[in-house]
Every structure is written in C-alpha cells, then in structure tokens.
C-alpha cells in the first residue's frame, strides 16, 4: 500500500486524481490534502477517505474540526502536510506557489507525480541539480510529457522533441484579431475541460510555451518544435537520428496520463476509459506553429539559452495578466503586450536558491501590476 498526499485536491487534474485513487483503494491510501480556498467537498473526501489525517485549507472548517477531531486541519504552511510516512506525492497545484511543494517532497525522497509546469519552468536547474543527490523520482502528469516519457528510448538518444497544441480557441484569427476577444470566449477549450488559468494560457499559447521549458529540464534536449494539431490525438512525437518519430495517441483525457503514472512502469485500464474509434475516419492535422503569431513560443524556446531570470519573469507576469484579466481589470490582447515588455526588459541572471527564485519572482509581479496600472 502507497500512501498519498495530494496537493490541489480541488482543482481539474486534483479531481480526476481523487476519482482514480478512489478506485484503487487496494493500492493506494490517500493520507493528506490540500484544497486552498475551495473547501465544498472537504467532507465528501473525509467519508471517501477514512485514512486521512491532514487537510489544507486556507479556511478555519471550524465545524469539521469539531465532526473529526482525529484530522489535523492545517491552514497555515502548505508544507505541514508532509511527515506521515509518505511514498508519493501528486502536486496538482496550478502557479509559482507548487514550486515550494516540489522541492520539499525532493528533500523527502518521494516519488513525484507533477503537474505543477511551473516548478521547471522557474526552478529547472535547481530541481535537476536537487535530485542528483536524491532518491526522489519526478513523473510528469502532462499529456504532452507523459508522450515523450513513454516514447524515448534508452539505447538511442533522441534528437528532436515535438510537443503539440490544439491551438486553443483562438489559433485561426489574428494578433489585431484578439483585440475584440472577451473574457467568455477564452473560457472555452475545444477539446480540453481544465482550469479558468489554464484554458486562458492555452489560448495565448503561455502553456504551451511553459511546456517547452518544462520539457527541456526533464529530457536534456534543446531542439523542440511545437505543432499546431487541433486533434488533440498525437500528445507529443521523439525524433531520432535515423530520421524514425515516434508518438504516443490516445483520445484527449488527463485520466490517462494520471492512470499511467499511477501504476507505472505497468499499464492497467480505468472505469470509464475512452477508447480511440477507427471506424471513423481519423484526421491528424500537424503544422508547425507560428512563433510572430504566438509569441510566447518563441520566448520559451530563447529561455533555453537565457539564464532563469527571464523564465522566472515569464512566469510571473503572465500569472498577474491572467489574473487581472479573469478580474475584467485587463483585456486579453494585454496580456501578451505585457508580458512581452516584461521579458524584454527584465535583466538575464542565474538564480540559484528557491528564497532567491521567491524574491525575483515577486519584484516581477510588483512591476507588472504597476505596468498595469493596477
């Protein structure tokens, strides 16, 4: 029996983790988690998981406290969680803020199922120089890095990684074109149901481009293209010498990949699993995606050669515009016009430590919100 702690219990890739866990109670046992501000179905997770005994929450749950006095209800550091003999941790956390929780579950020597892109994308290095001394392990809940995952090989280096992008809502009109788009239009995904941050950074391709980083210090590999597929089928493609590419397909669910991971290196089917149909005519749209009309792809892949400062900016600006657009406090054209001044100006150094990662990533969002004018 594993046990479990998950991070972001409420959150789109958190609930899809809860359902699965809930059908392999033979396997795993779920022991603590998080749920932040939303706090709805804490009770239903306590009657579904009589082992618990943390929970976090940014709210008080006076009355559970009072139902279940055997639950510690933690509402100050996220990282007392930790410490109950855990073998695994789901950090399904969404921004910046999951960073904290990788790097402590590497110091803890457990496996990592991770979701959370950002810890990569601003503390790549740092993660990767971390677990040359541990024993931890790090599996990505990604779609598209779970595809790479299973289509490497260990005889033959790859050369080439091809990470795909449906395109989101907004892949066929222009960057004059975006100017008209309102706060409902980028709330819709055509063919993913995710998060209201996600589905924004996956119309301005910000996802995307924290995919590339992601990417990067998880394989060691520099040449990555990113195609525009709106099939959502081909999850990711490796390249080799010879000129061979492989990919992994499976209809569009994260179940998938979080089932993958779960019971890794072994494959077993899941209640409800979704079945790729032949008898239809399958089309595999792939073109290669335009970086002047997406420009955070072209970013990602200059961050590759750029110390973290610049990821780490990246980030940051991009987390406050999408904040301040799901407020109606910023259109959504803004958002890359922003992050763009952001990035360009902000200066290229190597920060090594996470308090250091901290500091730099709040004196970024300080200026971008008072280059909002927020």
Request: with cysteine; net charge negative; proline share 2%.
């Amino acid at each position: 029996m594993k046990n479990i702690i998950l991070f972001g219990a409420s959150g789109n890739i958190g609930q899809q983790c809860i359902e699965l866990l809930n059908e392999n109670k033979d396997k795993y046992n779920l022991i603590a988690l998080s749920v932040g501000k939303n706090d709805s179905q804490v009770e239903s997770f306590l009657l579904s998981f009589p082992n618990l005994k943390k929970i976090y929450s940014t709210k008080e749950l006076s009355q559970l406290k009072i139902k279940y006095p055997n639950v510690e209800f933690i509402n100050d550091d996220i990282l007392d969680l930790f410490g109950q003999n855990e073998t695994h941790v789901i950090n399904a956390l969404s921004g910046f803020y999951g960073l904290q929780v990788t790097l402590k579950a590497i110091e803890n020597n457990l496996i990592i199922l991770n979701a959370n892109k950002e810890s990569f994308v601003t503390a790549g290095k740092l993660i990767n120089s971390m677990l040359k001394t541990s024993e931890s392990k790090i599996y990505p809940i990604d779609s598209e890095h779970c595809a790479i995952f299973q289509c490497l090989e260990v005889e033959n280096k790859a050369n080439t990684l091809f990470i795909t992008a449906s395109g989101g809502s907004f892949k066929n009109i222009s960057l004059e074109e975006t100017k008209k788009v309102k706060l409902e239009d980028a709330l819709k995904h055509p063919n993913w149901d995710m998060g209201s941050k996600i589905t924004i950074d996956s119309s301005t391709m910000f996802n995307k481009a924290f995919e590339i980083l992601e990417a990067y210090h998880l394989f060691n590999i520099k040449n990555i293209k990113t195609l525009l597929h709106p099939q959502s089928i081909i999850h990711s493609m490796v390249g080799f010498d010879d000129g061979s590419i492989k990919a992994q397909l499976s209809v569009p669910d994260m179940k998938q990949v979080i089932n993958y991971f779960l019971h890794f290196p072994k494959r077993f089917s899941y209640p409800k699993q979704k079945e790729m149909n032949f008898n239809d005519l399958i089309t595999l749209e792939l073109k290669e995606i335009n970086q002047e009309r997406f420009k955070p792809i072209k970013w990602a892949l200059q961050c590759i050669d750029y110390n973290n400062s610049k990821s780490i900016a990246l980030n940051a600006a991009n987390e406050v515009c999408v904040d301040y657009f799901l407020q109606s406090r910023l259109e959504f054209w803004q958002i890359t016009e922003i992050v763009e001044e952001i990035f360009e100006s902000c200066e290229n150094k190597e920060l090594k430590t996470y308090r250091d990662i901290l500091e730099f990533d709040k004196e970024i969002r300080n200026i971008t919100i008072l280059k909002i004018g927020g």
